[in-house]
């Protein structure tokens, strides 16, 4: 089969899946970052290359490889360094290929945000998940998903905070109310 990026896995895949188990290097089999990093190597292959992997829909099932330089750990390790505590494997874009240009240690965080189920918003040529423009305008997450779905622009689901959205409903009530006195 071919990979997005080109590089042809089958034989080559095959026989790297049945080594996988030994070969992260570490004098201590099952201790420090060293064999982290080797975990994480392996779980990006195995994601990827292994159709009975839980994963495999979400990587290789949709096309993503891993680039043939990273078929063996030591290239993966030399690229991405030791992997710092507390951070994951990711790729910049999440459509793209395991390759060294499109992948770096990200936070939970960071990999949260680089979802395909992220609801992304351009605004001001700008574009962010929700999430972002949720926490940049000081405005819930929630709220703006409202808005949107009772049809709001995203420029005023954006800009217009929940007082003032508050203060004109008032003025219609009362305006209405006053209305009906006279």
């Avoid at 043939?68 to 994951?88: Q, S, V």
């Avoid at 459509?95 to 949260?112: F, I, L, M, R, S």
């Avoid at 929700?130 to 709220?143: C, F, K, T």
């Amino acid at each position: 089969r071919m990979g997005k990026s080109g590089q042809k896995h089958s034989a080559k895949t095959k026989a790297l899946l049945s080594k996988l188990r030994t070969t992260h290097g570490c004098s201590q089999p099952h201790k420090g970052q060293r064999y982290r990093t080797w975990l994480a190597w392996r779980m990006m292959f195995q994601r990827c290359h292994n159709p009975n992997h839980k994963s495999y829909k979400d990587y290789g099932g949709r096309g993503i490889c891993v680039c043939e330089d990273w078929y063996e750990f030591p290239p993966f390790l030399r690229h991405m360094g030791i992997k710092p505590a507390g951070m994951t494997l990711g790729r910049k874009d999440n459509n793209g290929d395991y390759y060294p240009a499109n992948c770096e240690w990200q936070t939970h965080e960071q990999q949260c945000r680089n979802r395909r189920s992220n609801t992304l918003l351009t605004f001001n040529g700008r574009t962010s998940t929700l999430q972002q423009w949720s926490e940049e305008v000081g405005i819930a997450r929630d709220v703006i998903g409202h808005r949107l779905k009772l049809g709001w622009a995203i420029g005023r689901a954006l800009t217009t905070s929940p007082r003032q959205q508050i203060n004109s409903r008032h003025l219609r009530i009362c305006a209405s109310l006053s209305m009906r006195v006279t």
